[in-house]
Structures are given as C-alpha cells and as structure tokens.
C-alpha cells in the first residue's frame, strides 16, 4: 500500500503548498486530515491482512516499518509547519505545560532537554491553537517545570533559579559576558622610591628598631694653608653631632562582611591590594612634603635648600621654567654645606633627578619665541627629558608650580617593617559577620643635614621673577 503524500492530498483537495504557507491555521487543519486519513489506510490494510489469517507476512512487515516511519514524516510535517509559523510570526497563545519526572536527579540542562525530546510533549506542540479561557488570551510562552537540587546545583544553572528553587525557562536568554579582571580607578604611580636610597632598619635586642641614629660633622673651623718657618702651623677644628629620626607608621582600614571575603572570587586579594596602593600613594606624599610635625614624615621639601637664583639674578631676559632648571642645577653643583668658613667651600653635589608636574613638562615642551618657532635650549635634549645631563621626570605628586632637583641618593627612605595586612575584629563585628582589615607601613625619611644644600626646590613663577632681566 502507498502512503499518501503531502502534495497528492493537496492536488486532490485542489491546493498547493505555496497558497497555504501564509495561513498556518488551515495548514495544520490540513495536516491533521492527511495524516489521520493515511492512518486510516494503514489499519484498514492490517485488519484485512489479519482476516485472511496473515497470508503475506511480508507484507505485514512492510506495512509495520511504515507505520515506525511515519513519526519521521510527521516531523518532517512540523518542520513544514514551523516554517509557516516563522513566515506569518503568529501568536502562539496556548500555554503548553511540558513536565519531566518530579523526582529527577538530572541536572537543569538535561532535564530541558528530557522535556524538549518526550514524544508525548512533542505531539502535543502540533495541536496548538488559538484557545482561550474564558475571552482571555492565554500565555504565548511555552513553560516547562524543572527540579532543583539546591545540595548539587551548578554554577551554570544559578542563573535559572526564582521563589522557591524551581526554574522557568522561556527559551534560550542570552547572558552578559563579564570581564574577568576589576577595573580600578586610577592612582598616581608612585616614583619618588625609585631615585632615592633605601633601606631596612635592623633588629635589635629589643625587637625591630624604631629609630635611626647617625652622626655628623659639625661647626668646622680651619685655616689651612702654607705656614712660613718658625710660625704657628694651622688648625682645625670640628665637632660630631648625633642625629636622629623615629620611625612613623602609615594606615588604612576598610570593613567587609565576612560572606563577601568567602564567597566572591579574588575579592579579598582585591581589597588587600587596594590598601595597599592607597598606602603606596600616601608613602609619596609623606617622603616628599611630610612636615615632621604629629606623625608626619620629615620630608625631602621639608629639609630641603630653597631656589636661590644668585649670580643669576634679574640677568635673564624671557625667563622660562629651563632657565629655572638649569640655575637650580647650577646651585646644587656650587652650594656650600653646614657652616665651613667666612668663605665657604663648594660641596660639589651631582644632581641626578628633576621632578616636576606634568603640567609644567607641557609647558616647557610648549615654549616658544617672539615669532613663534618652538624654543629648545642648548643644554637640553631634542625630547626635553634631560636638562645638563639631569633626567626630567614627570609626576602628579608634584604641585604644578614646583619643581625639585636633588642628588636622590643622598636621600634616605628607611622601613621600620614591610607593609603588612590583618584582619581582626571591632567591636560587635563578630556578632555582625564584618571584618576590619588593616593595612600598615612604618619607616622614617633621614637625610643628613650635611647634605641639605644638594636637594633645591622651589616654585617657578617665584624663581621666575626673580632671574627675569628688568
């Protein structure tokens, strides 16, 4: 027996196929009537093979394999029929309820696809219609239930869960993809550490030391020089002096709950290492203008020699901020240290560092003459990162009307301890699951007062005036 096909049922009902693919109504009607009139066929043939007690038995397998076939056609009939759904975007507004089995042990994913695959769920899709309760219009989603273990949930099933753990699925939702790494707001990166000395206080018996002691010449008095004979020979005079700073500590605290440092990824590393910059940051600013009073650091500005422009003074016509430079570097090579003599003896310190803003880098870039060609003096480098030899360095730590030439290392930067972090407890934390956690450094700035005169700083529109050429 031959199985009616879809274009034979159409012809004989005087239809195509193209005349119904913009009505998926009269469509399915029609699927419906081929489908049960093929049945019909094929039951009709076995009963009449069963009255002739089964003579052909081939035949009746023939007819059996048919009957196995025809799931295959009918999904070929509602692919046909999603076809016709997509083209006229029709409203599907029966709800459809698709259950798997309440005491699965599958996960979320499997079970979807159980209910996606059930035969039974399957042919209830091609039944539906436009059915309503009551004149109201029935959900156009498809909805399934799913059982959720909350012992052995996956990371991956989270997204589906609502009320009370089971999930409702409404098709394949796309999902953000987030970036693995945070994106922290900008610092200042710290510098100054880089061009200066430093060390680590050591242990004494007491524990870890907490002040750095040194001693300097002092209050020199000489008279050097060629004796003629039988007269007094010259003297020499100096005194040592004990100096010293204490070590001062740089803090910061934060407050997480406990469930945020076991629960969420890298958080705590995260929040240490914020600390940390923040301590970082701080550490610049004290080593370069801490003011030694309270718990401040005693800082480079601080000890260091003012901008004096000299010799150089109101000779400079259109001073600019390299002219400020160059004279500050000139001072640091020429300045005196402590008290030698009426006449002083030149130090002889080598710059090896210049911090300004950027601001002020710009500035210097910028400069231009009367005619506005660009101005690029002798003593610096085609790029303007090197003025007599000096590395120009750039930094927002610095004001933007200062600048700082020094000799680095003659500067000292001493860590009492290594950063540290702790958590602990404040308070009633405990009873609401918070944590404090701690960052520390503790270190002191020591720079001998011998070497004041080979650290300048100053500001440039002071230092400007005073070389400007009246």
Same mark, same amino acid.
């Given at each position: 027996m031959k199985r009616k096909t879809l274009d034979e049922y159409l012809k004989e009902q005087n239809l195509s196929l193209?005349?119904?693919k913009d009505n998926s109504q009269e469509m399915a009607k029609h699927f419906n009537a081929l489908n049960e009139e093929n049945a019909q066929s094929v039951q009709k043939a076995i009963d009449d093979l069963s009255d002739a007690q089964k003579k052909d038995a081939k035949q009746i397998s023939d007819l059996t394999d048919k009957l196995k076939r025809s799931d295959e056609e009918k999904d070929e009939q509602f692919n046909l029929f999603k076809e016709a759904f997509a083209s006229t975007q029709?409203?599907?507004?029966?709800?459809?309820t698709l259950r798997v089995d309440p005491d699965s042990n599958e996960s979320i994913d499997k079970q979807i696809e159980l209910?996606?695959?059930?035969?039974?769920?399957?042919?209830?899709?091609?039944v539906l219609s436009k059915e309503t309760d009551n004149g109201v219009s029935k959900s156009d989603n498809v909805k399934f239930a799913v059982k959720v273990d909350h012992n052995t949930i996956k990371a991956a099933d989270t997204p589906l869960l609502q009320g009370n753990g089971l999930g409702t699925v409404t098709g394949q939702v796309p999902?953000?993809?987030r970036k693995p790494d945070f994106i922290d707001q900008r610092r200042r990166p710290s510098f100054i550490r880089n061009w200066i000395s430093n060390g680590v206080l050591g242990v004494t018996a007491d524990g870890n030391a907490e002040t750095l002691e040194w001693v300097e010449q002092a209050n020199i008095e000489e008279t050097t020089g060629t004796t003629p004979e039988n007269e007094l020979k010259n003297d020499m005079h100096w005194e040592y002096v004990v100096k010293s700073e204490r070590a001062k500590c740089l803090t910061v605290t934060t407050v997480v709950s406990t469930r945020m440092l076991r629960s969420v990824r890298q958080m705590q590393a995260r929040i240490n290492s914020q600390l940390s910059r923040s301590l970082d940051n701080e550490l610049d600013q004290q080593i370069l203008f801490g003011d030694d009073l309270n718990e401040n650091f005693n800082g480079i500005f601080? @000890?260091?020699?003012?901008?004096?422009?000299g010799t150089f003074?109101?000779?400079i016509p259109n001073a600019n901020n390299y002219d400020v430079l160059r004279v500050a570097i000139n001072q640091c090579n020429i300045g005196s240290s402590g008290t030698i003599n009426a006449v002083g003896e030149p130090a002889g310190f080598f710059p090896t560092v210049i911090a300004v803003n950027h601001s002020a880098m710009a500035e210097m870039d910028l400069s231009k003459g009367s005619d506005g060609h660009y101005v690029l003096p002798p003593f610096v480098s085609a790029d303007g990162t090197i003025i007599k030899g000096v590395p120009v360095i750039?930094?927002?730590?610095?004001g933007a009307? @200062?600048?700082?030439?020094?000799?680095?290392?003659?500067?000292?930067?001493?860590?009492?301890?290594?950063?540290?972090?702790?958590?602990?407890l404040v308070n009633d934390q405990f009873k609401r699951n918070l944590r404090t956690i701690l960052a520390e450094l503790c270190g002191l700035v020591a720079i001998p007062e011998n070497y004041f005169n080979g650290i300048i700083t100053g500001d440039f529109t002071t230092a400007k005036a005073a070389l400007e050429l009246p």
């Open positions: 193209d005349e119904l029709m409203s599907i507004k029966k709800m459809l209910a996606l695959t059930n035969e039974s769920n399957q042919a209830k899709l091609l999902q953000a993809q601080t @000890q260091s020699s003012a901008f004096a422009s003074a109101g000779t750039g930094s927002n730590h610095i009307d @200062q600048f700082l030439v020094m000799e680095g290392p003659l500067v000292e930067f001493w860590m009492e301890q290594e950063m540290m972090i702790e958590v602990g």
